[in-house]
């Protein structure tokens, strides 16, 4: 019957409109009421897809907008004829608007009635259920399902960097159920989760997921809260658009062996084997069965949990970014100067990468006479024992580039090299630069490493490039801003289109969208969006621990000489009472600088710093003590301390990253002119998008 429908567009002009209309007339139940007028606008538009049949009759149709504004497209009607439901025609209109919206819009997304038990449909032609919401028919609610056009944008990118440095494995479905049922029992599964595991192995869930809770869950309550932790704890899989879905391959194969699954079990395989995961973790015995035959036709392994956990175990390895191993280590940094080239050459020339004497020795020979041009730094421990080498560029007012970025192969060196890239984002926005450009061409591999896990820079010619403006604006501020440097500086520079675009992106969860927002000062640091609604804290800090998680001056003045500037931490933990926070936000630090009379040695009683709040964990201070010691200066002593040493008692540990060091401090006295409050900052608190916008703007003018 399929083979004999034929898919068109229409216009008002068209003879099938009548019989559209007549058609959605007839199941204004479920559709709900259209206007004649509205049918004849969306066929103007060329907004309505129908099937005809061999006697060129309509038997169904397709209704669709275009939000503009959100780069999507909604499905507002599809209808099909009673005589022709359950034969493929729906399939194909849907098939036909993929095929015309794939290439211009992110995707297709729908709102259907719950109680019209659509759901096995929706996820049958590849959609993936959101969320709920209010139905405009009082006592019922509404579901809101997503068809992804899978296009790449920064975030994708830089997952697809991120893999190459993990072990990212797909867990079956059934695997994160038993994670968090709370009559399950499955020490295998639960095992995965274990704190070791995580430096070495991502584990990631398919799209599916949502679709399996979304049936899984009577309960709303209960739907939102697992797919918030699937979005929050796991990386979610999209099939690679290079890769066919292999759905007919593996129903095939698990026919032949007697192994019953459900189409959604086989869907998140398919999209699993897709995705460019080539381990997938499962407890199902008929799939551990047929591991062999499954890597022979996929090339993807079916692995035990717990088999798993031993393997990963035998290859451990160290975790190469270790700022613990680095508290109080006094390294120094001083500028190149002539007769040193010998010594550089010796211990930074890229020879194996093809770099020669002569090319280096030209190189340094350059960057140290050129002075108005360039600055060459050594860093170094103990008697000028080389760690690293970096270049600046300061040629061009809007970019800071590093022709030259090197580090010496110990047992330090990923520490090191994350330090020297978060170091040249800071120099460049300190001097108000809007990008960072490396641009070596003999980068070693620990620094392209930090570059890619870092996941802020595009690559573009083999030089990465990044944004980083030290601003706080609005959305529409900083949109324009973004869209005049992509015009401006040329094609290197398009990449600030596709941020404005995210950036202007609506959507319609309030936690998505903070959670957006988040990203983008991830990656605009140290960029601040002032309307984005992220919550802002302001927290005291003793000196003593200023010192060592931030606060150069204090470091430097401290008579054991501790540099914090050099201590290469990047992303830390503060450890405070569990009072104040709630475990799962993130938003933003301000950090006030207490006064302590055991540490009189620089300025206190100030506004020092800015950090991004990437979690907060309330728990034992022993297991948050394990969980972070290559975090943070901390012992496990002092976090008992925390609980007036009882041991028992939860702490709160605030992981935090990307500090941005104030250019002005802001004493206690102006902080209450901005917050126009008498405050004594004895406890963190939360100030508005108002206050931290005054804050920000004080802390940095020059």
């Known amino acids: 019957m399929t083979e004999e429908i034929k898919i068109i567009e229409i216009d008002e002009k068209s003879p099938h409109l009548q019989a559209v209309i007549e058609l959605g007339d007839a199941n204004r139940e479920t559709l709900g009421f259209l206007p004649r007028k509205a049918f004849n606008n969306y066929a103007k538009c060329c907004q309505i897809i129908v099937a005809i049949d061999s006697k060129e009759s309509c038997v ?64 049958k032609l590849g959609f993936v259920f959101q969320y709920d919401k209010p139905a405009k028919t009082p006592g019922k609610t509404n579901a809101y399902w997503w068809f992804d056009h899978r296009h790449s944008n920064l975030f994708s990118n830089a997952t697809t960097h991120q893999r190459e440095y993990k072990l990212y494995v797909g867990i079956d479905s059934q695997i994160f159920f038993d994670f968090y049922h709370s009559d399950n029992n499955n020490k295998d599964a639960q095992s995965l989760l274990a704190d070791w595991l995580d430096p070495d192995l991502e584990l990631c869930l398919t799209d599916e997921i949502f679709n399996k809770i979304n049936v899984f869950f009577d309960n709303k309550d209960e739907r939102k809260h697992f797919t918030n932790l699937a979005k929050k704890l796991f990386t979610i899989l999209s099939p690679n658009k290079r890769y066919s879905s292999q759905y007919q391959s593996l129903k095939n194969l698990f026919d032949q062996n007697k192994i019953n699954l459900s189409e959604s079990d086989i869907r998140y395989i398919d999209k699993s084997i897709t995705s460019d995961v080539y381990i997938f973790v499962t407890g199902n015995r008929g799939l551990l069965d047929i ?60 020879d194996k990468l093809g770099e020669t004497k002569a090319e280096f020795q030209q190189k340094i020979l350059r960057f140290i006479a050129e002075t108005d041009k360039f600055d060459c730094f050594l860093v ?51 001097e108000e630069r809007s990008f960072t450009k490396i ?38 501020q900083l949109s324009q801003d973004l869209e005049y440097l992509a015009v401006s500086l040329g094609k290197e520079y398009k990449f600030c289109h596709q941020i404005s675009q995210l950036l202007q992106k609506k959507v319609e969860n309030e936690h998505e969208q903070k959670e957006l927002y988040f990203n983008l000062e991830k990656y605009l640091w140290p960029a601040k969006i002032i309307d984005a609604n992220l919550p802002t804290w302001i927290i005291p800090i003793k000196p003593f621990w200023a010192k060592d998680l931030f606060d150069e001056e204090l470091a430097n003045n401290w008579l054991f000489g ?17 009072r104040g926070l709630k475990p799962g936000v993130i938003g933003r630090i301000i950090w006030y600088v207490s006064n302590d009379e055991k540490f009189p040695y620089g300025t206190t009683k100030v506004i020092k710093a800015c950090s991004r709040l990437d979690e907060v964990i309330v728990d034992k201070p022993e297991k948050l003590y394990r969980q972070f010691r290559n975090l943070g200066v901390y012992k496990l002593e002092d976090l008992i301390k925390i609980t007036k040493n009882n041991p028992n008692e939860d702490i709160m540990a605030i992981r935090f990253s990307d500090t941005q060091i104030f250019s002005n401090v802001i004493t206690l006295k102006e902080l209450q002119d901005i917050l126009k409050k008498q405050i004594t900052v ?6 508005t998008p108002e206050q931290f916008a005054k804050i920000y703007d004080k802390a940095n003018k020059n």
């Open 439 to 476: 641009t070596d061409p003999f980068l070693p591999e620990a620094v392209i490493r930090n570059i890619h896990q870092d996941g802020t820079f595009v690559e573009f010619n083999n030089t990465y490039l990044r944004a980083n403006m030290a601003v706080a604006k609005t959305v529409n």
């Open 380 to 430: 170094f421990e103990g008697e000028k024992q080389p760690l690293a080498l970096v270049v600046y560029d300061r040629r061009k007012k809007y970019e800071l580039e590093i022709p030259l970025m090197r580090v010496v192969d110990t047992s330090i060196t990923a520490t090191i090299a994350n330090h020297l890239v978060f170091e040249s984002i800071s120099i460049s926005a300190r």
């Open 291 to 350: 591991a062999d035959k499954f890597y022979e036709q996929f090339n993807v392994s079916i692995i035990h949990p717990r088999d798993l956990i031993i393997q990963v175990d035998e290859i451990r390895r160290q975790t190469e970014y270790q700022p613990v191993r680095l508290a109080g280590t006094l390294l120094q940094k001083s500028r190149v100067t002539l007769g040193e080239e010998k010594l550089l050459n010796e211990y930074f020339r890229a």
């Open 562 to 578: 501790s540099k914090t500037e050099l201590a290469l931490k990047r992303e830390l933990v503060f450890y405070r009472s569990k």
């Open 60 to 123: 169904g149709y397709l209704l669709y907008r275009v939000a503009t504004s959100y780069n999507r497209v909604g499905i507002i009607h599809l209808c099909i004829a009673n005589s022709y439901q359950g034969k493929g025609v729906a399939k194909k209109l849907f098939g036909y608007l993929v095929e015309i919206t794939q290439e211009k819009y992110s995707g297709i997304g729908l709102t259907c009635r719950r109680d019209f038990n659509l759901s096995n449909f929706w996820s």
């Open 682 to 687: 004895q406890g963190l608190f939360k100030i």
